[in-house]
């Protein structure tokens, strides 16, 4: 039951990150991402995957759900390389936010 309320509390946190990344709110974004990992438990990986999966339910139309799970993959071939992890993290939240505003304007 622990673990299932920390998840479901994990869960929260990332929708909402996300939410507010597609806002545009980049900065918001990333202080919730530093807020995540300093709280630990997660890989980047695990991160990217949930990630991912919030995708989905963003009030944005299927090409750009598409889009922006392509580059999550991207990102996620950058983790498995070595490459920085809060960095591609951070990338993750700063395409997010681009896409948003794009469709917003």
């Given at each position: 039951?622990?673990?299932e309320s920390i998840d479901s509390f994990r869960?929260?946190?990332l929708k909402n990150m996300v939410i507010t990344a597609f806002r545009g709110d980049f900065q918001g974004a990333r202080k919730s991402l530093m807020d995540i990992l300093i709280?630990?438990?997660s890989n980047p990986g695990e991160l990217l995957?949930?990630?991912q999966k919030e995708i989905y339910d963003l009030d944005a139309p299927?090409?750009?759900k598409i889009k922006l799970i392509e580059k999550i993959g991207?990102?996620?071939h950058n983790l498995t390389q070595g490459k920085n992890k809060r960095i591609q993290l951070e990338?993750?939240?700063a395409h997010i936010a681009?896409?948003?505003e794009r469709i917003r304007h």
């Open positions: 039951m622990v673990y869960t929260g946190e709280k630990g438990g995957h949930e990630i299927d090409p750009v991207k990102y996620d990338n993750v939240l681009r896409i948003g």
